[in-house]
């Protein structure tokens, strides 16, 4: 299995400086050579063309980034890529791209908005725009961003931004109008991240909701809104007696899930559990996740369609699109059981 | 929710060019004010620096790239990002990034090798190299691919390539060993796309560790190696009588158990199912999948690192690393029930 490595002594790539130092002309006459042969002395042309072949250089996206200042090259910013949720906003994301001749390259923030200011600022030259879907950056930071490149926010609204947003007072009064009728006079709400906007959007719908309902709403947290962050959210909605724990995101919920059953807590005799983003998982587990669905192929897709239109001028456009949301009542709520058991 | 565009008045992007024909130079020499300053002129260097900033324009990663022909950033592509299984590379690959400075970006291949050569021919000049995830390409392609950038593959092989594989002799033999011990005579391998070189080293894997032990094998499909490609696996392997089948990944056996679940085929007792991958569903599901565990991060980490140091010319480090397996035995397992039920 062992082996030497037979790609070693492949030279460094070529560069239009070496093409230009080779040919004795400016690197600008390369690039035009390239891109603008019209504006080139034909016998100059044919002599550049001749030594980049020679030295293996082609002309690539940078190279015409440079010229053009396009890319035909989209990104898109997620938090946490190994979360399915995020699935759909890619796949709608992709599509809208392949369809309009665009190249769509994902970076993934890792919840850290240090690292997003670090990708958008190594991609920002290599892009023609980015998407950041449920971006972590304060305003002021988003704001600085847009300056030199278009971007199009989703599950994040910025003032004089363009942003994608699922319905969530739609969506939370859905998810409080559920529990309601299933007798619950309560609920905790088992919070994500302090930064997400989203996560911030869910606990204010909801405690309105409540409200409205008269029922008591309690936010615990936040929690990492993973699996990981499940002992310590269910540990916690056990000890303040909820009957209902309304979770951040479903990747949370299974985490609860998980934890309330190594403590032999019944779902949904002893306690109802909902989700926010109907992953693919919520509807193969036991008990099937009742959770707060978003329409994330069709935000993907808008946003990079939105970008697109930015970059081609049509100021008649809405800065902000919100789309529907849709409660998918699964197994993982119930009826709250009156008196002792 | 309807307003205008605050961002439409940007103006575009400041180009290398507008600086060298606004402050009267070569774009060569732009560049060096940037990135070679000892080279260029003292007062020539405060005169482009002025320009540049009075027009906006920065310096960056694409001119540099062309200057230096480093990025300092690598691009991993995989065949499905909405498949679980390749978070854990991702994961990986992110963090051996990281600990070098290097930015990771990702690329969706979508199972389509056009798709994956465009990512190539699109990122390769933005990137320093590339780690390529169940590459669907041919060898040949690869090997063109191979030659204007450094490239690593991660459960794929092609000779003269480097490449982080898993240990699927053993993986298929430890399945097989399992079958049998449940008193399984045969089972049926549900097959994914043709282009799939771990796919077909299952395949070769599972048919020769079960000769050794005198069951019987059958390939079926392609199918889909997702929740669709479920339903057709599962009724051709009822079809076939079969008493075990194993899935080309979790994602198609999550749509096998959906499937024989609809035609009331119980799990374990008429029919076992074996994935390949253990991504985190399946663990959750009930019942719980049975399948083999890869190690993906440590996959997407060491790629990362063969590629740093394919890039430093080490050429002692081994061109093929096989990375252990495990099988995770779960409830979707079960003795093989002799005689009427």
Same mark, same amino acid.
């Given at each position: 299995?062992m ?7 492949r ?6 400086v070496d ?7 400016a690197?600008?006459t390369?690039s035009?050579a ?12 044919e002599h550049v ?8 250089y082609a002309?690539?996206?940078?190279a015409?980034a440079?010229e053009?200042g ?11 890529i190994?979360?399915p949720y995020?699935s759909?906003?890619?796949t709608g994301?992709?599509? +809208? %791209?392949?369809?309009?001749g #665009?190249? /769509?390259v ?5 919840e850290n908005p240090a690292?997003? =200011?670090?990708?958008?600022r ?9 998407v950041l879907a449920a971006s972590?950056?304060a305003?002021?930071n988003?704001?600085? +961003? %847009?300056q030199?490149v278009? #971007?199009? /926010?989703v599950n994040?609204a910025s003032?004089g931004?363009?942003?994608?947003v =699922?319905d969530f007072d739609s ?6 109008d559920h ?9 905790v709400?088992a919070?994500?991240? +302090?930064?997400?906007?989203s996560g911030?959007r869910?606990w204010v719908?909801l405690?309105?909701?409540g ?6 709403a309690?936010?615990l947290g ?5 699996l ?5 959210a269910?540990d916690a ?7 209902a724990?309304v979770?951040?995101n479903d ?12 403590r ?8 109802s559990?909902v989700?926010f983003?109907d992953?693919?998982?919520?509807a ?22 939105t ?9 008649e ?5 919100v ?6 009542i699964r197994s ?5 059981l009156v008196?002792?058991q």
């Amino acid at each position: 299995m062992m082996a030497r490595m037979a790609q070693q002594r492949r030279p460094s790539r070529p560069t239009i400086v070496d093409v230009a130092r080779e040919a004795g002309v400016a690197t600008s006459t390369v690039s035009r050579a390239f891109t603008r042969p019209e504006r080139v002395n034909h016998h100059t042309r044919e002599h550049v063309l001749a030594v980049a072949e020679r030295l293996g250089y082609a002309p690539n996206p940078a190279a015409r980034a440079l010229e053009t200042g396009r890319t035909n090259t989209v990104a898109l910013l997620v938090p946490d890529i190994t979360n399915p949720y995020f699935s759909g906003v890619i796949t709608g994301a992709e599509r +809208a %791209a392949a369809a309009t001749g #665009l190249t /769509l390259v994902l970076g993934d923030t890792q919840e850290n908005p240090a690292q997003e =200011a670090e990708l958008l600022r190594r991609l920002g030259p290599a892009v023609d725009g980015f998407v950041l879907a449920a971006s972590r950056l304060a305003d002021d930071n988003l704001h600085a +961003a %847009a300056q030199p490149v278009p #971007l199009v /926010l989703v599950n994040r609204a910025s003032p004089g931004l363009a942003c994608v947003v =699922a319905d969530f007072d739609s969506g939370t009064q859905q998810i409080v109008d559920h529990l309601a009728s299933l007798g619950h006079r309560s609920f905790v709400f088992a919070g994500g991240p +302090a930064e997400s906007w989203s996560g911030a959007r869910r606990w204010v719908g909801l405690r309105t909701a409540g409200r409205r309902r008269g029922m008591r709403a309690k936010r615990l947290g936040p929690y990492t809104p993973t699996l990981d962050g499940g002992p310590a959210a269910a540990d916690a909605a056990v000890g303040a007696g909820a009957t209902a724990i309304v979770c951040h995101n479903d990747m949370l919920a299974f985490g609860v899930l998980q934890r309330l059953a190594q403590r032999g807590v019944r779902v949904p005799d002893d306690v109802s559990v909902v989700g926010f983003d109907d992953v693919f998982t919520s509807a193969l587990i036991s008990p099937s996740l009742t959770t707060l669905a978003e329409r994330t192929e069709e935000a993907g897709r808008r946003a990079v369609e939105t970008l697109r239109r930015h970059e081609v001028h049509r100021p008649e456009e809405p800065l902000v699109l919100v789309l529907p949301t849709e409660l998918k009542i699964r197994s993982s709520t119930g009826q709250v059981l009156v008196g002792p058991q």
